[in-house]
């Protein structure tokens, strides 16, 4: 069975930074792709970043302030948030891909942890 479990959110005032990490156990971690999705109030979950062994995507509205990366020898994927806007604040999901490559869809993600929050300030 595989677990999927974030942590490292939190308050941050706007133009701060935080990390975000989540740990996957349960299958070989760097066969995997592994993506960020975030959940504002009132409002439907949405692709954040995704990562697989060569490749990243970011949605429009977090390239360029926020970094995905992993390290496969702690099974471990990684979450740079920087300059960090209100409208970031949401819950941050962690998921692990069906495959290898790395997509946007969140119908190709199978396993997700239970959310970090993210909170910014103005």
């Known amino acids: 069975q595989v677990h999927v479990v974030e942590s490292g959110g939190g308050l941050v005032q706007a133009g701060g930074s935080l990390r975000l990490s989540c740990t996957a156990s349960g299958r070989t971690f760097s066969r995997y792709a592994m993506g960020w999705f975030r959940q504002a109030p009132g409002k439907e979950r949405v692709f954040v970043a995704s990562?697989?062994?060569?490749?990243?995507y970011y949605a429009d509205s977090v390239k360029g302030r926020f970094t995905i990366s992993r390290d496969n020898a702690k099974n471990t994927v990684y979450l740079q948030l920087n300059s960090l806007k209100p409208e970031d604040t949401a819950v941050y999901y962690c998921?692990?891909?069906?495959?290898?490559?790395?997509?946007?869809?969140?119908?190709?993600?199978?396993?997700w942890g239970q959310g970090t929050q993210v909170t910014v300030s103005s």
């Open positions: 998921a692990g891909h069906r495959f290898g490559w790395a997509s946007v869809l969140e119908s190709d993600y199978a396993y």
């Open positions: 990562i697989s062994y060569s490749d990243t």
